[in-house]
């Protein structure tokens, strides 16, 4: 079992950048498929951003396409979420989460999960 970390969050204007990162404690998660999903206040779960365990493949949400990148280092061991241009939209609990399941689209896709940092894009 891998556990996850994410550190990164605070306050940013809007139009600002912020990069997250996710780590894991005690064990190396080279083999597994990485994503980064929100919650907003009053709203489920989402889907952000994932990679595959080899980086070979990146996915993204339609409303962060162009805006965020995911990107990992496994000699480093950790995943980035590099955020840029944000809006208060994109204000919510940002969680890292893993699996090593071939689907890693959605929120049901992820086993694995941190506890989250919080992102606050001001107006």
């Known amino acids: 079992q891998v556990q996850l970390v994410e550190s990164g969050g605070g306050l940013v204007q809007a139009g600002g950048s912020l990069r997250l990162s996710c780590t894991t404690i005690?064990?190396?998660?080279?083999?597994?498929?990485i994503g980064w999903l929100r919650q907003a206040p009053g709203k489920e779960r989402e889907f952000v951003a994932s990679?595959?365990?080899?980086?070979?493949?990146?996915f993204y949400e339609d409303s962060v396409k162009g805006r965020f990148t995911i990107s990992r280092d496994n000699d480093g061991n950790v995943v980035y979420l590099q955020m840029n241009n944000l809006t208060p939209e994109d204000t919510a609990v940002y969680y890292c989460?893993?699996?090593?399941?071939?689907?890693?689209?959605?929120?049901?896709?992820?086993?694995?999960w941190g506890q989250g940092t919080q992102v606050t894009v001001s107006s």
């Open positions: 989460a893993g699996t090593l399941g071939d689907y890693f689209t959605t929120v049901d896709g992820f086993n694995y």
């Open positions: 005690g064990r190396s998660f080279r083999t597994y498929n």
């Open positions: 990679v595959s365990w080899n980086g070979r493949n990146t």
